[in-house]
């Protein structure tokens, strides 16, 4: 069983930054496909960024691009969405995930392994 905690989310002002964390149990990181997605309040979940299970190619939906960095540690079992001139419309809970398959996943359904979501609300 994979258990996904995120961490690093909260409070901060527009132009701000953040940094979200993703530790995995899982005994080999590097065979996981990893995901960040984000549910605004009363909007379905949609794709943040991702990695491919090798870690060469990495997606980045359009309202993120040049703002939102997605990177992965495998040595310690971490993927890292770094967060840069937030906006308040990137105000959502935001969620991490997991799949052993291989190749890009940009969907919900490519994902079984989820973690419990944290908080990111940019105020104006």
């Known amino acids: 069983q994979v258990q996904l905690v995120e961490s690093g989310g909260g409070l901060v002002q527009a132009g701000g930054s953040l940094r979200l964390s993703c530790a995995a149990s899982v005994r080999t990181f590097g065979n996981y496909r990893m995901g960040w997605f984000r549910q605004a309040p009363g909007k379905g979940r949609e794709i943040v960024a991702a990695f491919s299970r090798d870690g060469g190619t990495t997606y980045y939906t359009d309202s993120v691009k040049g703002r939102f960095t997605i990177s992965r540690d495998n040595a310690k079992n971490t993927v890292y969405l770094q967060m840069n001139s937030l906006k308040p419309e990137d105000t959502a809970v935001y969620y991490c995930?997991?799949?052993?398959?291989?190749?890009?996943?940009?969907?919900?359904?490519?994902?079984?392994?989820w973690g419990q979501g944290t908080q990111v609300t940019v105020s104006s």
């Open positions: 995930a997991a799949s052993s398959a291989y190749g890009l996943g940009i969907r919900e359904g490519n994902y079984n392994y």
